[in-house]
């Protein structure tokens, strides 16, 4: 692929900045939609990564909702007794480590699993035949694994943080929100010549418990991306050998199977770990 | 790899997805799992009921030929028991049938032979005067010794 002539990339550099180039459009400063022109600009959308999440989230929706009409408590097909493992294993794990009562978490963990199970696995598909096929109907970039993008891990982490707070908030009230950011985890001085103190402590918590609050979306989210995007560039990598990349592929890709399984399932874990930590009034 | 508008879309697809999840796929899902899951208990409980149905019946029906066992051995005894009787019965029956038609045979007997010594004593004296007649006809007269001849035929 890499020797590929014509419009295609050139060196394996250029295939691989290629591979690794969203589809994007934005407004110029002109006041135009210009495809691809886009680098640094916060306005753009990453066409490909949108279209492929969405695509795939819609997959998810239709076969479990399917599934969800034709439902009955008689003798399942094989899609609804599939489709009944994977609600049952995410129940049991949402109820094995949330405790309270929420109609929210064990949904979302669901959405979350199969989701991003279904979005990282797009990076089992051949690296070069979705984005052939996009160049022959005329589209120059795409890039088919939406958790490769960097945005579509910190857009999923982002919604997870907001419930963090809004879950902190629910079960603990704003003062036990900001208690919790600001009383942990030394306790300010309450009495005596300690009081002085009191406000460098609480300044000291605030700092501290602000970056571990702040450092659950950014390391929720890195770590997929980090993840599938190192996996990625590998199969990139492999692309790039010509016969040998056979072998290596099939090697890397029964790897990956692990890995895509292996990382959705820790996002969706820690997404009801962290919402259970913040529902906890014992913390 | 920079940060776009693309983030603000992907968690308003999240939001939307998730809040279908929970809509429209997640309570009719865990639902029907829990409701088989019921039922799936109920008819192990049912197969545990049954079972010791089972057992008791067959319990119940072993004591049922037992009682019908022994019923029909006592009536069976009781047949032995009825049939000997009857038997004895029947067997005394004929002794005294038997004894009775003895009895009668010989009362017959006995009559028979009365009638016939009668008989026989009535012609041995009419033998005994004829021959005592033929003895005499030249001796004596009939008339003369007619009293003894009767007196000797009453004896006799």
Redesign the interface.
Known sequence: MASEGGHGPQTSGDYISHH?QNL?V?KSETGEWVWNH?????????VD??FW??FL?LL??FM??S???K????K?GKLQAF??IV??FV?GSVKDTFHGKS??I???A???FV?IFFMNLMDLVPVDWIPLLSTLVGIEYMKVV?TT????T???S??VFILIIFYTIKFKGVGGFIGELTLHPIAPPTKGLGLIAAPFVIAFNFILESVALLAKPVSLSLRLFGNMFAGELIFILIALLGLWQLPLHFGWAVFHVLIVTLQAFIFMMLTIVYLSLAADRRN | MDINLTLIGQTIAMIVFVWFCMKFIWPPILNAIEERQEQIAEGLAAAEKGQDKLVKAQAEAEEIVDDARKQATSILDQAHARANEIVAEGKSDGVRERERQLTAAKAEIEQEINKAREELRGQVSAIAVASAEKILKREIDDKAHEDILGKLAQEL
Do not use: H, Y
Not at chain 1, 38 to 46: E, Q, R, S, T
């Open positions: 690794l994007q934005c886009c680098a640094g600009n916060p306005m753009a959308i990453n990564s949108m999440s969405v989230g998810f929706i479990f909702r599934v969800a009409k439902t009955s408590a008689g399942p489709v009944e609600v049952d129940d109609n929210l064990a949904p979302l669901l959405t979350l989701w939406p993008d960097v945005n579509i910190f857009g999923m982002i919604a």
